[in-house]
């Protein structure tokens, strides 16, 4: 009898032990889930909740159920943005301080280097699925594609622009070039990328649905970045729309601004862009063609919402809708310029505007009335070149319908995802010691416990092809290339930097400047003279041209 129960026993024991050894099914997993949507050269203002005209019911739904920052910063062009965004870095410490090019300085390499890890990388480690639709521009070699740096899964394209549709009967060009998951392949005929872009990134939740993981999903669209191109369906909405000019239009955004709270009625504006030509004096046959750009562009932003529309039905039919965490923003300020300042060879239009052959610009005076209430444009760093809609969406942490200064940055939103994801970001990987995060969870003001990011002191830096930029509290000074001389603003009175208070305040000035090259030496900025393309990208074609364009 002992004999047997003592058996009894061992193999009840060893069986438990089997047992423990074997997996047990997972549950859900009770992190969010986290949508980054990102989009392309889009204005302050371009979207409804920040005053526009433009009919963008999704996005506005989202600001008004979620939170909106009247201060959040981008790197002004769109390859530096994209580094510091994917990694949380500065962009020179990531490796792209200039492009995605390579000017041969650890710095300037033009690619993702492995100090820095990317948000694919560190969320896979902590669990996650890690999904991107859309475009990466941060290195076109393979070794530094999507698939090569944490995600899953991968559609779009890589580098730095795209036509919307394929050629077809607009005449001969290039096909539009994409890859899936380490495959090149073609958009299909009749297919607009934006919607391309959307419905992949939707499959991969379908997909994605199947596993108890939670997922972050990158969706980068290129709207509405030039050429312009979108569906006629669309365009039409906005027909007879723009016939009122840019400068009453940038009149109506401000002032609908101010009614939306997103623009402090005591605060200065940027003042009139003396480099566009007054809506008044432009040729009655030139405005037709003025027109029909911005009803194109609106077009554009408008898809986009449309697709963001489907994303939200698809994530209630997924019964997701009510973990996910939601952020909305977009790389750079409009771009200022004319299209016939340009570096690259002009496109020859096979089309008309609109239509898959069409390569028109935007241009400076429409991008003039995108960045309202600010002054300049991408690639600058004064406030219309580096400022952005910011809103973030997820009932069960953030309040609905606020409006906040916020103060945020790129480099906070990779902290903010590793903290609401509980993932460690890891001192070493592989061997390799990794750069740690210079920005700041944006949990505290998400959740209402603070109304801007609490950076201890520390600065907000900026340095693009020689335009250069601090903030610190209420102080920002900023020099554009290549002058070096500082700019100095109080942004709680003047975010339209109307009035240069440098010889005012001259300790201002250096302490900001002294903070500056700090910060330089450290994150490995070069001197623009010393490292200067031939041929520089983002330059001339985003700044103003002193001459109204020709048609």
Known sequence: MKTSAFLALALMTFSGVVAQKKPAPKGPDGRPNIILIMVDDLGY??????????KTPNIDQLAGEGIRFREFYNNSICAPTRASLITGQYPHKAGVGYFNVNLGLPAYQGY????????????????????????WHVGNDSIAWPNQRGFDRFYGFINGASNYYDLGKYGKGPAVELVENNKRINLPPDKYLTDEITDHALGFLDEQSKTAKPFFLYLA??????????????????????SI?????????????????????KQAIAARDKDVTPWDNVPYDEKLLWERKMEIYAAMVDRVDQNIGKLREKLKALKKDDNTLIVFISDNGA??????????????????AGTAGSYVYQDQPWAYVSNTPH??????????????????WFPKQIKGGQIIKGTGHLIDLAPTFYDLAKAAYPVTEKGININPLPGKSLVPVLTGKAGEVDRGGEPIFWERAGNRAVRKGKWKIVSTYPAYKWELYDLETDRGETTDVASANPNVVDQLSADYFRWAEKTGVVDYEKIKPANPIGGPEVRPNRRPPTF
């Open 45 to 54: 203002s371009d979207i409804g909740a920040y005053g526009s005209e433009i």
């Open 375 to 392: 002054s300049a444009y991408k690639n600058n760093m004064h406030e219309g070149g580096i400022s952005a809609p910011f809103i973030a």
């Open 221 to 242: 669209y290129n709207a509405p970045h030039w050429p312009l191109q979108a569906p006629e369906s669309d365009i039409a909405k906005y027909k007879g729309r723009y």
């Open 335 to 352: 771009q200022g310029g004319y299209a016939g300042a340009s570096p690259r060879r002009p496109q020859r239009n096979t089309g008309p």
């Open 112 to 135: 993702l280097n492995k100090e820095s890890l990317t948000f694919g990388e560190v969320l896979r480690n902590a669990g996650y699925s890690t999904l991107l639709s859309g475009k």
């Open 245 to 265: 000019g840019w400068d009453s239009l940038r009149n109506e955004r401000i002032q609908r601004q101010k009614a939306l709270g997103i623009a402090d009625p």
